[in-house]
Each structure stands twice: as C-alpha cells, then as structure tokens.
C-alpha cells in the first residue's frame, strides 16, 4: 500500500533563517506531488506541484521554492523565511482521479 | 471569483442528527471532480467522498452522501447519525483539469 511521510512535524525558524521540508511517497511509481499551505483557520492554497523528476509548477509567487530530485521526494525550500511563511505545510500525492492523499504536514512557525 | 464556496463558516449539530454542509462550485468544464476532506484538529487530511461529473447517482461512503445538484453547481455533505469524532473542519474541493481548489471550509461541532 502507499504511505507518504512528512517531515519535521514542528518547526520554529527565526526570520531570515532557511528552510527544508521533505516528502517523500511509498508503494506508487511517478506521482504526481504537491505543496500546499494552509494559514491559521484557512483552506488550503497551492503552492506547488510536480508531474515528474524536475518538473515543477508554481501557483503562487513567493519566496519559496520547491524540487523532485528523485521520483517520490519532493523537498519545500526557502532560502530566507518571512513571517508570512508560517502555516501548516501539507505533502500529498495524487493517483489518477486527482484524490488527494495528505502527509501528517508540517506546523511552521517563523519568529 | 471563487472557484468553491463555502459559506457556512461554523455548524452545530446535536449527536445522532443528521448535518448538511453546503458547497458550490463555478467550473466550465464538463468533466470535473468533487471531493470532501475531514481535518480534525491534528490536522491530517482525511479523505470522505468523491463525486464525478458524470456520475448520475449521489456518491454514498458510510455515514457520508453527497448531495449532488449539478444544475445548481452544488455538492453539499451530507452526514447522518452524527457522532462526537465528526467535530472537525470539513474542505469541499474541485478538481478541473489541474491540481485540487479547496474551498475555506466549515467548522462542525457535534453537540452530547
């Protein structure tokens, strides 16, 4: 069966600090991937998604960043963190009807 | 303009009733998808329902229908026997030819 894990489960970064998270998908061959983030008391918002090896797209402008550098490993990224980048980060996968299975996600908290 | 619409922002419901949690959804396109997600507090995304635009018959999971309206662009959740573990957000979500809209969601509290 297919797992996706998701880590770190918290994360507290001073401002201007980078930023890793990591997804990584079991038990299925060429995913597609996706980011989202959702604000405190908010839906879920795209970020980013990715169809194959090195194949992103990025639905909102910002200063993060996300890469496939293998098959089931898709990996967020910030170079310096806003405080604007706090949320809860989700991993997920998506088989061919598009349903959605989520990571536990990532609370962010920048300070 | 909004791609899914939910405008309750908070429900209660009494346990054992019977909730509706409304949404509607603006698309063009003919082939499309409609999912519910649960999130409990831990915040994990819980799959409940899928509905295809070509299925003719309301999609039923247990305690979950959904109340599908395709002429009023709706597909409203339905939840009978409501049970305490249902508290939780509960996402409406549209799948066009792209990745998954979600909608703002509804917080449902199930009242002993």
């Known amino acids: 069966s297919q797992t996706i894990h998701q880590w770190p489960a918290t994360l507290v970064q001073p401002v201007g600090s980078p930023l890793s998270l990591e997804c990584t998908v079991e038990g299925t061959s060429n995913p597609n991937l996706y980011w989202y983030r959702q604000a405190a008391g908010r839906g879920l918002q795209l970020l980013f998604y990715?169809?194959?090896?090195?194949?992103i797209s990025s639905e909102v402008p910002q200063n993060l960043s996300a890469s496939r550098p293998q098959d089931r490993q898709f990996i967020l990224s910030s170079k310096k963190l806003l405080l604007s980048d706090s949320g809860f980060y989700l991993c997920?996968?998506?088989?061919?009807?598009?349903?959605?299975?989520f990571g536990s996600g990532t609370q962010l908290s920048v300070l | 303009a909004q791609k899914i619409t939910q405008t309750q922002p908070g429900m209660f419901v009494q346990e054992k009733e019977a909730v509706t949690l409304d949404c509607t959804y603006d698309t063009s396109d003919q082939s499309y998808g409609l999912f519910w997600y649960k999130q409990p507090s831990s915040g994990e995304m819980i799959f409940l329902i899928y509905q295809g635009s070509y299925d003719e018959q309301n999609a039923t999971e247990g305690r979950y229908s959904l109340n599908f309206q395709k002429a009023r662009k709706s597909a409203n959740l339905v939840i009978s026997a409501s049970q305490l573990g249902d508290s939780a957000m509960y996402f409406c979500?549209?799948?066009?030819?792209?990745?998954?809209?979600f909608g703002k969601g509804t917080r449902l509290s199930v009242i002993a």
């Open positions: 990715s169809v194959g090896i090195g194949q």
């Open positions: 997920a996968w998506s088989d061919v009807r598009r349903k959605l299975f």
């Open positions: 979500a549209m799948r066009e030819n792209t990745p998954l809209v």
